[in-house]
């Protein structure tokens, strides 16, 4: 079945170092989506990318679809200790009204 | 801003005990997810409904079920619980598919003992 896969599955970085999540689709998605989740709380959504090569920034974030529109990444510059959670990305199941989620990267940022 | 909310934030059952989780979404939003997420897991997909129909179905056990009601809150029955079923349950909500993002509630904690 249709999957979306995301490394790497944590991450450990010292605060001022950057950050990538990558995520791939087995299909070709009509958009993707990224959450983010602080430990102990509920996924928030960060942002929808649509165009295949599109991308778009967030402060410090920077999001990017990939031209087949079946990758994408995450990358955030000199992290923070705030930016510690778990970021998954998403994308709409083929004929569904579900959204799948990839297994999500779990940052960890060290003062 | 209202946001998704959900009740109860904890749940504590015994096994082959009954649970309902509700969930009231955000207003004018059409859709509903129910999602479980168990420990250091992704969110994985149970059901959904847009305008009180059942939309789509995941990986909810037959023992599970839900409903959309008609001032669109959404209710999850689950049966004969098991140690297994121990997990958060989140709700979103959006308005349409799913192009636009999800918004989810703080979810409810069910602890199955």
């Known amino acids: 079945g249709q999957q979306v896969m995301q490394i790497p599955q944590y991450q450990h970085v010292q605060e001022g170092e950057d950050f990538t999540t990558y995520c791939n689709s087995s299909?070709?998605?009509?958009?993707i989506q990224w959450y983010k989740q602080r430990p102990g709380g509920h996924p928030v959504f960060l942002i929808q990318?649509?165009?295949?090569?599109e991308v778009k920034k967030q402060k410090r974030l920077t999001f990017q679809f990939g031209e087949a529109k079946k990758n994408s990444s995450l990358h955030i510059t000199a992290t923070q200790t705030t930016d510690v959670g778990t970021y998954f990305c998403?994308?709409?199941?083929?004929?569904?009204?579900?959204?799948?989620f990839g297994a999500g990267t779990r940052l960890f940022v060290k003062a | 801003a209202a946001g998704v909310i959900q009740s109860p934030r904890h749940l504590i059952k015994e096994k082959r005990e009954t649970a309902t989780l509700k969930c009231y979404p955000i207003p004018r939003h059409d859709t509903v997810y129910w999602y479980q997420q168990g420990p250091g897991q992704d969110p994985q997909f149970l059901i959904s409904f847009y305008e009180k129909m059942q939309s789509d179905k995941g990986s909810i056990p037959d023992r599970f079920s839900a409903q959309q009601f008609s001032d669109y809150h959404s209710e999850l029955n689950m049966s004969s619980l098991e140690l297994g079923d121990s997990a958060l349950y989140f709700c979103a909500s959006s308005f349409g598919d799913s192009n636009y993002g999800y918004t989810f509630g703080s979810g409810t904690r069910l602890t199955v003992v």
């Open positions: 299909t070709t998605l009509s958009n």
């Open positions: 998403a994308g709409p199941h083929t004929g569904g009204f579900k959204t799948i």
């Open positions: 990318l649509v165009k295949s090569g």
